[in-house]
């Protein structure tokens, strides 16, 4: 018969104030892969997508699309240069005057709902797209960006035939043709979002996806045909800098509208500064999600860790700042650390994933180079394992993987806690009275999106209309609706996008 | 000789209540044909920025004031309008219309003074309404109460068009006012007197200091000062020329400026009126708060 273990005779370690052994979720066994093997339907090249038909770029250039979480190449995608975008715009302008821009309200909406069911028919076949050409963990491209993609054109198409309600006591007409960028994070959605209300206010469009996620985008010109939109009322140009450069000066544009950086963004206002363009902007953000120590505590971590790991913290919108009240910074720190260590980062195309690959070499870079900066300028780092967050856990080391991590100790002056990171890097730092909350809360050059924590409803509305943010999700975060707007305050742009507000951006007010 | 010599007046800057001259100590002559009108001042770069400066120090207090209250104070500044309406009249006239190559009714110096009251009173009353028109509760998929609020979005910029100097300048003050935001005027053009009286209206009806202030000055100077200065949140101007509507949107891109500019505007249209007018000088927050336990 064995002994008895020693520490049986050894006193609770609760009462001898050793620390608690600690139970992970996920540590005790091995998960079984449980990988997602629906068909994305890709095809090996892309072309543009301009009046209606899948044309050669006039450069006869193409660039390689590639899987993020393997470097492995994807698809061949053309590459615009401007006589392509001329020709997009001349095919959208004819769309405008000839077809789209002629159909009653109700048609326009039927051809828009057509879109959204279309794209819940092949759901699972454009999340299995979208993940393996962004690298997004599977459960999030298939829960998410594709069923809030088909939600937006079905909000959207039932606006069609109400433009006499959008600006009340105004008349209403299209604008004409726009011109669209969009960003990498969400690349359907993305489009989607530009889309859906444009087409409903009855313009013609040229848009450009994000040259690392173009294939989503192209895959939907296959929607946008068999739908049987008329032809031109969707031109997709894909391409770099240069291409959305084109897109936005064009002079056939009458509105444009971009999400991305505050740095290209400046850039395309300093340069449409001399013309008469309506412009809607969507730019970057440095979200202060604020817990008092009121908040229930469980829920609250739950928002933290969704508010900043969701989508590998590539969002605009993101909590990447935490200010938490002091008396609970340390509980606050020690359930983050457990609730971060059970998140699985891995495989995108892995059922149980959690935080997927990191969309480009570029950023992997640019989040690493904060990690960096942060230990220099004397944050402290936790990370699942303490090491370096930034390194591949795949045995050859391919893909781009950054592990969640945050940094306690951060100063309101760290370059962590000012820039926007773009990855799942979160600053902790904390405040004693709701003042200082908001005032460093609201200490910065952005004002995209905010969160509060607070079980006192009075508190809650208090802090929510001090903040100045377009977004304040209270007792709740990252989350999106059709019906909703959003968009930023100060330097994290102008319009918004969602609800009737969205649109008002998209037509001609008499 | 005439038997009583008149009383002229100095007309000087509205600066956070008060009326200083220019710091720079510089005049800029006012001429009706060879007469000499007035001498007023002209505002530096310095002056701007400690009219910015007032106005941002102002902005908390004006914006978290009730709506009810903000109405009444403009409705105040109407009463006072009312008050002062033969001055503010040969303030208009004292220097004539430039001639205009639109076929737009002229409208006589004391019509404009009446019609300048009458559009500060609709936006005294939209004080408490817009918020109703503009702003709107969210039907989302979701166990969530969602609705979005309008917000003022800080400190406006009013750059008045040359004419007409009264109702050009009510029409774009009253709305960035009523909305909560505090105000620089940059009066320019021929005749910027009817602005430098408007400071004494503010001054005498419960405009907290720093709320409104008015710079007379030289427009081309001082507009690439506007654009680049990056505590001004926004700007309202109307009928301005091309190169100085560029000038002001370059602002939009050194700190996301919300730049209004508004071509071809016809003061007397009733759409001026609008609470149109408003929006592009509030900010739309959308609230998110779960609707279940």
Same mark, same amino acid.
């Given at each position: 018969?064995?002994?008895?273990?020693?520490?049986?005779?050894?006193?609770?370690?609760?009462? #001898?104030?050793?620390?608690?052994?600690e139970?992970?979720?996920?540590?005790?066994?091995?998960?079984?892969?449980?990988?997602?093997?629906?068909?994305?339907?890709l095809?090996?090249?892309?072309?543009?997508?301009?009046?209606?038909?899948?044309?050669?770029?006039?450069?006869?250039?193409?660039?390689?699309s590639?899987?993020?979480?393997?470097?492995?190449?994807?698809?061949?995608?053309?590459q615009?240069?401007?006589a392509?975008?001329?020709?997009?715009?001349?095919?959208?302008?004819?769309?405008?005057t +000839?077809?789209?821009?002629?159909?009653?309200?109700?048609?326009?909406?039927?051809?828009?709902?057509?879109?959204?069911?279309?794209? *819940?028919?092949?759901?699972?076949?454009?999340?299995?797209?979208? +993940?393996?050409?962004?690298?997004?963990?599977?459960?999030?491209?298939?829960?998410?960006?594709?069923?809030?993609?088909a939600?937006?054109?079905?909000?959207?198409?039932?606006?069609?035939?109400?433009?006499?309600?959008?600006?009340?006591?105004?008349?209403?007409?299209?604008?004409?043709?726009?011109?669209?960028?969009?960003p990498?994070?969400?690349?359907?959605?993305?489009?989607?979002?530009?889309?859906?209300?444009?087409?409903?206010?009855?313009?013609?469009?040229?848009?450009?996806?994000?040259?690392?996620?173009?294939?989503?985008?192209?895959?939907f010109?296959?929607?946008?045909?068999?739908?049987?939109?008329?032809p031109?009322?969707?031109?997709?140009?894909?391409?770099?800098?240069?291409?959305?450069a084109?897109?936005?000066?064009?002079?056939?544009?009458?509105?444009?509208?971009f999400?991305?950086?505050?740095?290209?963004?400046?850039?395309?206002?300093?340069?449409?500064?001399?013309?008469?363009?309506?412009?809607?902007?969507?730019?970057?953000?440095?979200?202060?999600?604020?817990?008092?120590?009121? #908040?229930?505590?469980?829920?609250?971590?739950?928002?933290?860790?969704?508010?900043?790991?969701?989508?590998q913290?590539e969002?605009?919108?993101?909590?990447?700042?935490?200010?938490? *009240?002091?008396?609970?910074?340390?509980?606050?720190?020690?359930?983050?650390r457990?609730?971060?260590?059970?998140?699985?980062?891995?495989?995108?195309?892995?059922?149980?994933?959690?935080?997927?690959?990191?969309?480009s070499?570029?950023?992997?870079?640019?989040?690493?180079?904060?990690?960096?900066?942060?230990?220099?300028?004397?944050?402290?780092?936790?990370?699942?394992?303490?090491?370096?967050?930034?390194?591949?856990?795949?045995?050859?080391?391919?893909?781009?993987?950054?592990?969640?991590?945050?940094?306690?100790?951060?100063?309101?002056?760290?370059?962590?806690?000012?820039?926007?990171i773009?990855?799942?890097?979160?600053?902790?730092?904390?405040?004693r009275?709701?003042?200082?909350?908001?005032?460093?809360?609201?200490?910065?050059?952005?004002?995209?999106?905010?969160?509060?924590?607070?079980?006192?409803?009075?508190?809650?509305?208090?802090?929510?209309?001090?903040?100045?943010?377009?977004?304040?999700?209270?007792?709740t975060?990252?989350?999106?609706?059709?019906?909703?707007p959003?968009?930023?305050?100060?330097?994290?742009?102008?319009?918004?996008e969602?609800?009737?507000h969205?649109?008002?951006p998209y037509?001609?007010?008499? | 000789?005439?038997?009583?010599?008149?009383?002229?007046?100095?007309?000087?800057l509205f600066?956070?209540?008060?009326?200083?001259?220019?710091?720079?100590?510089?005049?800029?002559?006012?001429?009706?044909?060879?007469?000499?009108?007035?001498?007023?001042?002209?505002?530096?770069?310095?002056?701007?920025?400690?009219?910015?400066? /007032?106005?941002?120090?102002?902005?908390?207090?004006?914006?978290?004031?009730?709506?009810?209250?903000?109405?009444?104070?403009?409705?105040?500044?109407?009463?006072m309008?009312?008050?002062?309406r033969?001055?503010?009249?040969?303030?208009?006239?004292?220097?004539p219309?430039?001639?205009?190559?639109?076929?737009?009714?002229?409208?006589?110096?004391?019509?404009?003074?009446?019609?300048?009251?009458?559009r500060?009173?609709?936006?005294?009353?939209?004080?408490?309404?817009?918020?109703?028109?503009?702003?709107?509760n969210?039907?989302?998929?979701?166990?969530?109460y969602?609705?979005?609020?309008?917000?003022?979005?800080?400190?406006?910029?009013?750059?008045?068009?040359?004419?007409?100097?009264?109702?050009?300048?009510?029409?774009?003050? /009253?709305?960035?006012?009523?909305?909560?935001?505090? /105000?620089v005027?940059?009066a320019?053009?021929?005749?910027?007197?009817?602005?430098?009286?408007?400071?004494?209206?503010?001054?005498?009806?419960?405009?907290?200091?720093?709320?409104?202030?008015?710079?007379?000055?030289?427009? /081309?100077?001082?507009?690439?000062?506007?654009?680049?200065?990056?505590?001004?949140?926004?700007?309202?101007?109307?009928?301005?020329?091309a190169?100085?509507?560029?000038?002001?949107?370059?602002?939009?891109?050194?700190?996301?400026?919300?730049?209004?500019?508004?071509?071809?505007?016809?003061?007397?249209?009733a759409?001026?009126?609008?609470?149109?007018?408003?929006?592009p000088?509030?900010?739309?927050?959308?609230?998110?708060?779960?609707?279940?336990?």
């Amino acid at each position: 018969m064995p002994a008895l273990t020693p520490e049986k005779k050894r006193p609770a370690a609760r009462s #001898a104030g050793r620390p608690l052994p600690e139970l992970i979720f996920g540590d005790l066994w091995e998960y079984d892969p449980a990988t997602e093997t629906a068909d994305p339907k890709l095809k090996p090249r892309y072309d543009l997508f301009i009046g209606g038909k899948f044309v050669a770029p006039a450069s006869g250039k193409y660039f390689d699309s590639i899987n993020p979480a393997n470097e492995t190449k994807l698809a061949e995608i053309a590459q615009a240069n401007a006589a392509d975008v001329d020709a997009a715009y001349a095919a959208a302008q004819k769309a405008f005057t +000839t077809t789209w821009g002629k159909l009653p309200g109700k048609e326009r909406a039927k051809y828009i709902y057509r879109l959204a069911r279309l794209l *819940q028919d092949r759901a699972r076949e454009f999340a299995v797209a979208e +993940t393996m050409d962004g690298g997004k963990p599977i459960k999030e491209s298939r829960d998410f960006d594709v069923p809030m993609a088909a939600a937006h054109f079905f909000y959207h198409a039932g606006w069609a035939d109400k433009l006499d309600y959008v600006a009340p006591g105004r008349k209403v007409a299209p604008l004409g043709v726009v011109g669209q960028v969009i960003p990498w994070n969400f690349p359907l959605l993305m489009m989607a979002w530009k889309l859906a209300p444009a087409l409903a206010m009855g313009n013609t469009i040229v848009i450009k996806p994000a040259e690392t996620t173009s294939v989503t985008a192209l895959k939907f010109a296959e929607i946008i045909q068999d739908a049987g939109l008329p032809p031109g009322t969707v031109n997709i140009v894909t391409g770099f800098g240069d291409t959305g450069a084109a897109v936005m000066n064009h002079p056939t544009a009458v509105k444009v509208a971009f999400t991305g950086s505050t740095e290209v963004g400046k850039i395309i206002m300093r340069s449409l500064a001399g013309t008469d363009k309506k412009m809607t902007m969507e730019l970057g953000g440095k979200a202060a999600n604020i817990v008092f120590d009121d #908040a229930p505590l469980d829920e609250a971590i739950e928002g933290v860790v969704n508010g900043i790991f969701f989508n590998q913290g590539e969002v605009c919108c993101a909590g990447s700042r935490l200010f938490v *009240q002091e008396s609970i910074l340390p509980a606050v720190i020690r359930k983050l650390r457990h609730r971060m260590a059970s998140l699985r980062v891995g495989d995108p195309m892995d059922k149980n994933t959690d935080v997927g690959a990191i969309n480009s070499k570029a950023q992997h870079e640019r989040i690493a180079h904060y990690v960096r900066l942060g230990r220099e300028e004397g944050a402290t780092l936790h990370a699942s394992d303490d090491t370096d967050p930034c390194v591949s856990p795949a045995a050859d080391g391919k893909g781009f993987f950054c592990r969640p991590c945050f940094f306690s100790d951060v100063q309101p002056s760290h370059t962590i806690a000012r820039e926007e990171i773009f990855g799942p890097v979160l600053s902790v730092m904390s405040f004693r009275t709701p003042d200082e909350a908001v005032s460093r809360a609201n200490n910065t050059p952005y004002g995209l999106a905010a969160g509060v924590w607070t079980d006192k409803g009075s508190k809650v509305f208090d802090i929510a209309r001090r903040l100045k943010a377009g977004v304040v999700w209270c007792n709740t975060y990252n989350k999106f609706d059709p019906a909703s707007p959003f968009g930023g305050y100060k330097e994290s742009g102008f319009g918004r996008e969602g609800g009737v507000h969205g649109l008002r951006p998209y037509v001609d007010l008499d | 000789m005439p038997d009583r010599l008149d009383v002229l007046k100095t007309y000087k800057l509205f600066i956070n209540g008060a009326f200083p001259r220019s710091e720079s100590g510089r005049s800029m002559p006012l001429c009706a044909g060879k007469r000499v009108m007035a001498h007023l001042c002209k505002a530096s770069r310095k002056d701007l920025r400690d009219a910015v400066e /007032a106005a941002r120090a102002a902005a908390d207090k004006w914006a978290a004031a009730t709506a009810y209250n903000r109405g009444q104070i403009l409705y105040r500044m109407a009463e006072m309008m009312e008050g002062k309406r033969r001055e503010l009249s040969e303030a208009v006239a004292c220097v004539p219309a430039p001639a205009s190559k639109s076929r737009r009714r002229a409208v006589s110096p004391e019509d404009e003074v009446t019609r300048s009251i009458d559009r500060l009173i609709c936006f005294a009353g939209w004080a408490d309404k817009y918020a109703q028109v503009l702003g709107c509760n969210n039907p989302v998929s979701g166990p969530f109460y969602n609705f979005t609020i309008t917000e003022p979005t800080g400190v406006v910029a009013v750059i008045t068009p040359d004419a007409p100097p009264l109702l050009g300048l009510i029409t774009l003050l /009253a709305p960035v006012l009523s909305a909560g935001n505090t /105000a620089v005027v940059l009066a320019g053009g021929p005749n910027p007197i009817p602005a430098a009286v408007l400071g004494e209206v503010c001054a005498t009806s419960d405009v907290p200091a720093g709320v409104v202030n008015i710079l007379t000055c030289d427009r /081309a100077e001082l507009l690439k000062f506007v654009s680049g200065h990056r505590d001004i949140d926004a700007v309202h101007g109307a009928n301005l020329s091309a190169p100085d509507a560029t000038i002001l949107r370059e602002g939009v891109a050194e700190n996301i400026k919300r730049v209004t500019i508004r071509a071809d505007v016809n003061f007397i249209d009733a759409d001026c009126d609008s609470a149109r007018w408003i929006e592009p000088f509030v900010e739309m927050k959308t609230v998110w708060h779960p609707a279940s336990v």
